[in-house]
């Protein structure tokens, strides 16, 4: 599977995006999914994760009711729409597939492929 991520860029706090990830390969739609971040200094964390049906979800508890994740399996799209954004989800967005396929992990050691990132900035 090869992943690419795209859509980010410079938004004023309180503003939206939408992140979205290509991915290639006949295996994508049986497992799940997720979106990490990194800012700078800091270790990459979890945002939000989906299962292989779409019918599972998990979010950080920082980006709870402001991030949706979403699944298309036929584009093999991964998106995440991040509404009410803050300067401190200013960071490096990565899509990562999981290992598995309905347990939505937060752990990025449970990842094993992952897209090139796409850059997140939000100004105060």
């Known amino acids: 599977v090869q992943l690419q991520a795209f859509g980010g860029g410079l938004v004023q706090a309180g503003g939206s995006l939408r992140l979205s990830c290509a991915a290639s390969g006949r295996t994508f739609s049986i497992y799940a999914m997720g979106w990490f971040r990194q800012a700078p200094g800091k270790e990459r964390e979890f945002v939000a994760g989906v299962s292989w049906s779409g019918g599972s979800t998990n979010y950080a508890d920082s980006v709870k009711g402001r991030f949706t994740i979403s699944r298309d399996n036929g584009k093999k799209m991964v998106d995440l729409q991040m509404s009410s954004l803050k300067p401190e989800d200013t960071a490096v967005y990565y899509c990562?597939?999981?290992?598995?396929?309905?347990?939505?992990?937060?752990?990025?050691?449970?990842?094993?492929?992952w897209g090139q990132g796409t850059e997140v900035t939000v100004s105060s």
């Open positions: 990562a597939k999981n290992k598995y396929s309905d347990y939505v992990s937060t752990r990025p050691r449970d990842y094993d492929f």
